[in-house]
């Protein structure tokens, strides 16, 4: 009873607005940086209107529309405003208040949900380019709960720009060599699918004159080592895999008692918790 109530309350969906923000990892948009000189239209009203798209999206997917986690991920629709509708390409947008507007609306790229949402896509890129290890480890940490073990002290860091090569090239290195196989088969392969968006979240069909390949494996999807392969080729069908996927089911449950807890979990204290939260959330 206590629950329904708070429930009812407005302030709920700030509360829920602001645990998606923590789990996607996206209050960085506040702070992070992007080279003006090749992105003017960063400023201070699109950080905010990043974050209030996010926001807005997961408490009307609560409240107002289907209430399953499923939707997280396969909308076809988002919220936007003026600043909003430019980065995304969509006309016929004006204001600073959010509208729901379909996906299809766009010119361009498809998107699919949180995960083409401006506000993920910006904050696990750098400054001046697309990071595929950043939005891969996003998918596998947040997403799946998936840690990989930290990169050796000899670790090479991101490629040098290539005039001539697109991101997918310079990071193939990564799945050549096979000092760096071991954690980047599980990263690069799924970052690549968010390569037709660019350091701040914009559609993009080309790189450096080159078509983007933004297909890839979602390799192992219930759980490291397994060997399974879930090929896609568009950012919407990763977005269909993780849908679907157990893991991610469990992972979000394991996020959200994180947050209501304000602490990480003892797996050992916590395994029937988790396990009971598990079977409810699915049901």
Known sequence: AQAR???SDPRTRD???????????????????????????????????????????FAHVAFESSGQQRE??????????????????VSGISGTALQKVPYSRATGTPRAGILGHGSVLASYAHSDQTSPIRRGLFVRRSLLCQELPNPPPNAGGVPAVDAN????????????????????????DVGFGFERFDPIGAPRDSER?????????MNDLEGLGGNQHAPYSSLPELAGRLATADSAQSCFVRQYLRFARGQGEDVAVDLCTLSRLRQTFRQ
């Not at 789990?23 to 950080?47: H, S």
């Not at 997280?72 to 390409?89: I, K, S």
């Open 5 to 7: 109530r708070m429930l």
């Open 15 to 57: 509360t829920l607005g602001l645990f998606a923000q923590q789990w996607l990892g996206i209050e960085r948009v506040r702070t992070i940086d992007k080279r003006l000189d090749q992105f003017p239209t960063w400023n201070d009203p699109l950080r905010q209107a990043l974050l209030d798209e996010t926001a807005r999206f």
């Open 72 to 89: 997280l991920f396969t909308a076809d629709y988002t919220f936007m405003n003026e600043p909003l509708a430019r980065l995304y390409g």
């Open 165 to 188: 090569a697109t991101t997918r090239e310079r990071f193939r290195q990564h799945t050549q060599n096979a000092f760096c196989k071991g954690c980047h088969q599980f990263i690069d």
């Open 209 to 217: 004159g080159m078509p983007i390949d933004s297909t890839g494996d």
